[in-house]
């Protein structure tokens, strides 16, 4: 199967976190920071996202294996092209917050997945970098509410 590969992104955002936590977690509302992404909840601790234009795209179905909030959700994606762990953190810092993302993949596709995952990774880490950024700006302007999951 080879070696897992790793994405991560990063984002200080002036909310409390709190507030960044609970839009985080608020599955349906994905489609307005995610890039091209759109999810549910899909169950107790299931998650189900889709990302890209139909028909061109994928599902991402997740489990939550660790909720802490306001400081952490970790999630298992057990998808038939996402698989492995990913993590989203979330710290206080002086005036809000500072949101980690980070991702440990197992790539699709064999041999062909690891010769495209340069560029994968370099698509990937500008979406999520531009989805947080968008998340920071939805957040400090109040954008967030409570959740539980």
Request: with cysteine.
């Amino acid at each position: 199967m080879g070696r897992p590969v790793y994405l991560a992104a990063a984002v200080q955002v002036a909310a409390p976190p709190e507030r960044v936590f609970a839009l985080i977690t608020d599955w349906p509302r994905h489609r307005e920071w995610m890039t091209l992404t759109t999810a549910r909840q899909a169950g107790p601790g299931a998650i189900e996202a889709y990302t890209g234009v139909r028909p061109f795209g994928f599902l991402d179905t997740m489990t939550i294996t660790h909720w802490q909030p306001p400081a952490l959700v970790r999630v298992e994606h057990t998808g038939r092209v996402v698989r492995g762990r990913g993590a989203i953190r979330v710290r206080p810092r002086a005036g809000g917050s500072r949101v980690i993302w980070a991702e440990e993949l197992w790539l699709p596709f064999g041999p062909l997945g690891r010769a495209v995952w340069p560029i994968v990774r370099l698509v990937g880490a500008a979406f999520a970098c531009r989805s947080l950024r968008r998340l920071a700006v939805l957040a400090e302007r109040g954008g967030g509410r409570p959740s539980s999951t």
